[in-house]
T-cell receptor
Framework: KAGVTQTPRYLIKTRGQQVTLSCSPI?????VSWYQQTPGQGLQFLFE???????NKGNFPGRFSGRQFSNSRSEMNVSTLELGDSALYLC?????????????FGQGTRLTVV | AQSVTQLGSHVSVSEGALVLLRCNYS??????LFWYVQYPNQGLQLLLK??????LVKGINGFEAEFKKSETSFHLTKPSAHMSDAAEYFC???????????FGKGTRLHILP
């Protein structure tokens, strides 16, 4: 079966712009989580959605937002981009949404802010 | 609050030698613990997980990890390293209430010929 699909794979944006990243989870998975990966900070949790509800949010400014649709697909949006937002953004989906189930990761979207 | 500490941001071992990657965790509730591997320009792949069943957990590619509550450790081992094991490894913890995963900083494993 198809894995987690993230689009686009690469993105270059200018400071001050906004960007929307998309994540299609594995069919049947209802939980989607987002992570930011940078060389300095490592993997940091952004937010988690289960059945269209945000259940948890990491320590990121309000410029970072997300949503989940009824088909479990998720989007995250970053407004007013800053140079420091350059990172690999990873999406993960899981079946149970209870922490013990395996999280399947997409290949990520590499965002470069110039 | 939960946290994970991985000792050593870089580890080098010779091909055929034992691989040992160290991970210590902190959790106020019984944790779920994971090891993930990341190859260049790829997402993360689960190697193994501990969910309060057996304390010695076997994973893919010959890796295993042992949960030691008294030492709050979950070290990853493999008896004999292969060149294909060169990658970055992440230890992670979850409290099980949702799918939020807290990751360690990662350990890059280098395999010497």
């Amino acid at each position: 079966k198809a894995g987690v699909t993230q689009t686009p794979r690469y993105l270059i944006k200018t400071r001050g712009q906004q960007v929307t990243l998309s994540c299609s989870p594995i069919s049947g998975h209802r939980s989607v989580s987002w992570y930011q990966q940078t060389p300095g900070q490592g993997l940091q949790f952004l937010f988690e959605y289960f059945s269209e509800t945000q259940r948890n949010k990491g320590n990121f400014p309000g410029r970072f937002s997300g949503r989940q649709f009824s088909n479990s697909r998720s989007e995250m949006n970053v407004s007013t981009l800053e140079l420091g937002d350059s990172a690999l953004y990873l999406c993960a989906s899981s079946l149970a949404g209870e922490g013990w189930a395996e999280a399947f990761f997409g290949q990520g979207t590499r965002l470069t802010v110039v | 609050a939960q946290s994970v500490t991985q000792l050593g941001s870089h580890v080098s071992v010779s091909e055929g030698a034992l691989v040992l990657l160290r991970c210590n965790y902190s959790s106020s509730v019984p944790p779920y613990l994971f090891w993930y591997v990341q190859y260049p320009n790829q997402g993360l792949q689960l190697l193994l997980k501990y969910t309060s069943a057996a304390t010695l957990v076997k994973g893919i590619n010959g890796f295993e990890a042992e949960f030691k509550k008294s030492e709050t450790s979950f070290h990853l081992t493999k008896p004999s390293a292969h060149m294909s094991d060169a990658a970055e490894y992440f230890c992670a913890v979850s409290d099980g209430r949702d799918d939020k995963i807290i990751f360690g900083k990662g350990t890059r494993l280098h395999i010497l010929p």
